[in-house]
């Protein structure tokens, strides 16, 4: 193994491994992991393991905004900082969505495309059903799509990877292709 994209969930995996395969990119024969922690908080084991500590790999990462500061203490801990900036951090090959990976890609494609894909996996009528729902019925549109992303089983995962698949290749977030190219081989 050469190196390790650190990203909180499955769903992150998913599109980083999704905008590899676009490029052109085999991660594997790459010697390139795409670790999926279960969550932020890991972000020290994983670090013990894969870091200047442990296997001493390449490092980079993806991380929703609310867990950056979880990022930055365990990279300082690890031996890797200080790092105080978002800048220190995509220095070191670690990069952070506003808000989340979903929300960039929201905003990265617009309503109209998120219906069409909705739409081309039959899961329309499932997002215009929430969209209904008293608790839900007068947020925006973007907001309605978010919960119908973390509404179904594993549907996060797999519209991570139709979301990535489907934007023009300028529209990637750049958090997304930050992350990707930090692991590329020296």
């Given at each position: ?10 769903s ?5 491994e ?5 490029r052109?990119?085999?991660l ?7 670790v ?19 296997l001493d ?19 300082e ?20 969505c506003?808000a989340?990976l979903?929300?960039e890609l ?14 081309a ?13 008293p608790?839900?019925?007068?947020r ?22 139709l ?6 290749p ?7 292709q ?7 081989p020296?």
């Amino acid at each position: 193994m050469n190196a390790v994209v650190l990203v909180e969930g499955r769903s992150d995996q998913a599109a980083l491994e999704a905008l590899a395969a676009r490029r052109g990119r085999d991660l594997r024969a790459e010697g390139v992991a795409v670790v999926a922690m279960g969550g932020a908080q890991a972000i020290g084991r994983h670090l013990d393991r894969f870091g200047p500590r442990g296997l001493d790999v390449r490092l980079s990462g993806l991380c929703d905004a609310g867990e950056e500061d979880d990022f930055r203490r365990g990279l300082e801990r690890a031996g890797l900082g200080p790092v105080a900036t978002r800048p220190e951090l995509e220095r070191l090959g670690f990069f952070v969505c506003d808000a989340d990976l979903e929300d960039e890609l929201i905003r990265a494609h617009g309503i109209a495309s998120l219906e069409r894909i909705a739409a081309a996996e039959d899961d329309l009528g499932s997002f215009r059903t929430l969209q209904k729902q008293p608790a839900w019925r007068d947020r925006p549109p973007e907001e309605q799509f978010h919960r119908f992303l973390a509404a179904g089983a594993r549907r996060k995962i797999r519209y991570a990877r139709l979301l990535v698949d489907a934007l023009e290749p300028e529209l990637i977030p750049a958090p997304l292709q930050g992350a990707l190219a930090a692991s590329r081989p020296c």
